[in-house]
């Protein structure tokens, strides 16, 4: 079955930039999505296929994906930014879903 | 504005039944494929059952296949699994999903419900 591995935790001081990587097999040749998660509360959309944000989410989060990596970069980083994310996947030989196995973003 | 309730959660012994819901509002709930997704406590998110606009396609995460049954009524806009054989393992808040398909693009999770705990436990 098709796996998505990240890294669990990823530390970053205020207005700086931190990168949450995601990888899969050929993930580059797939969309990827990102999912923001705070406690307590349930996931919410914040990168579609690849490198598009939803509405209202800021310009700050963007997305890449090439090869076997999908990345997450959060620019400027902000004390609200601190979540769990996950990453995920369409595995279209199987029309699964697949999620990522998380990581979580500390704001120092 | 789009909106999903999940109920029906709650405490079951192992081997029980449950049968969670999720209703729909603020979108015609008839034109979109939905989804299942788990978290178990502290965990990660688990993707869980798939089912089609219209009901025809239903795909199950293989830990579930054989045990859940995803079903929706488009005339009450909403979404039910049904979870038999239940196991501590299980034990996790469901959230119901709308998925968001344009094509020649993956699909995406646009919204989500609010969970429903299951928890299976003696």
């Known amino acids: 079955s098709y796996e998505l591995t990240q890294p669990p935790s990823v530390s970053v001081s205020p207005g700086q930039t931190a990168s949450i990587t995601c990888s899969g097999d050929k993930l580059g040749d797939k969309y990827a999505s990102w999912y923001q998660q705070k406690p307590g509360q349930s996931p919410v959309l914040v990168i579609y296929?690849?490198?598009k944000r939803p509405s209202g989410i800021p310009e700050r989060l963007s997305g890449s994906n090439s090869g076997n990596t999908a990345t997450l970069t959060i620019s400027g980083t902000q004390a609200m930014d601190e979540a769990d994310y996950y990453c995920?996947?369409?595995?279209?030989?199987?029309?699964?879903?697949?999620f990522g196995t998380g990581t979580k973003v500390t704001v120092l | 504005e789009v909106q999903l309730v999940e109920s029906g959660g709650g405490l079951v012994q192992p081997g029980g039944s449950l049968r969670i819901s999720c209703a729909a509002s603020?979108?015609?709930?008839?034109?979109?494929?939905m989804n299942w997704v788990r978290q178990a406590p502290g965990k990660g998110l688990e993707w869980v059952s798939y089912i089609s606009s219209r009901g025809s396609t239903i795909y199950y995460a293989d830990s579930v296949k054989g045990r859940f049954t995803i079903s929706r009524d488009n005339a009450k806009n909403s979404l039910y699994l049904q979870v038999n054989s239940l196991r501590a393992e299980d034990t996790a808040v469901y959230y119901c999903?709308?998925?968001?398909?344009?094509?020649?693009?993956?699909?995406?999770?646009?919204?989500w419900g609010q969970g429903t705990l299951v928890t299976v436990s003696s």
């Open positions: 296929e690849d490198t």
């Open positions: 995920q996947a369409w595995d279209s030989s199987t029309a699964f879903y697949v």
């Open positions: 603020g979108f015609t709930f008839s034109n979109y494929e």
């Open positions: 999903a709308r998925a968001f398909r344009v094509p020649n693009y993956a699909p995406r999770f646009d919204y």
